[in-house]
């Protein structure tokens, strides 16, 4: 007996109890892949962690239905997670790669007052940044708001005006830039 008498060979051919199998063995490959990844794949996430995302699912996929051949195929996924720390760790240490790969983040407001060519860019319209100061600042008006944000993720993230004086500086957190 060999490995694809378990597993199975071609999709015309593969028993239930092989799919099963394949099943088992994709779970626990996918939950370790995941893991190792670390948990920002699944996170959160910019655009960069999202790709990782889909990609994975659609090629173990493959590998459920004997779409592609099932060792190649957990060798590709292997080698997109190690592509992802890799770009990952690279983007920590090179601010350009950084804003390449994971994005920026766009203020679309300060001090009262609207950017309106950060919102076009952003395709942000006013009841957009109405409800985020709403529900993340937990303000009413506009006018409250010190700064309003689209983070890499695509929140909307808002600091109010007196919220600016109760975060505490670099300097206490014990962090040094």
Known sequence: MNIHDFIGSDAGTITWWQMSIRAILIFASA??????SGKRVFGKNTSFDIVLGV????????????????????????????????????????????H???GTDNQLG????????AMKRSSIIQHDLQEAARIKGS??????VRAAFIER??????IKKEELRTIPSTSTLGLSI
Do not use: Y
């Not at 190690?82 to 950084?98: D, E």
């Not at 993720?153 to 808002?158: A, F």
């Open 31 to 36: 939950l370790i892949l995941i893991r190792f």
């Open 55 to 98: 990609i994975l699912g659609s090629i173990l996929s493959r590998a459920l239905t004997c779409n592609a051949r099932f060792f190649p195929t957990l060798a590709a996924a292997i080698t997109l997670v190690a592509l992802h720390m890799l770009l990952s760790r690279l983007a920590f240490r090179n601010r350009w790669l950084g």
């Open 100 to 102: 390449l790969v994971k």
């Open 110 to 117: 300060k001090e009262e007052e609207i950017q309106w060519e």
């Open 139 to 144: 303000v009413m008006d506009l006018d409250k």
């Open 153 to 158: 993720s695509g929140d909307i993230s808002v």
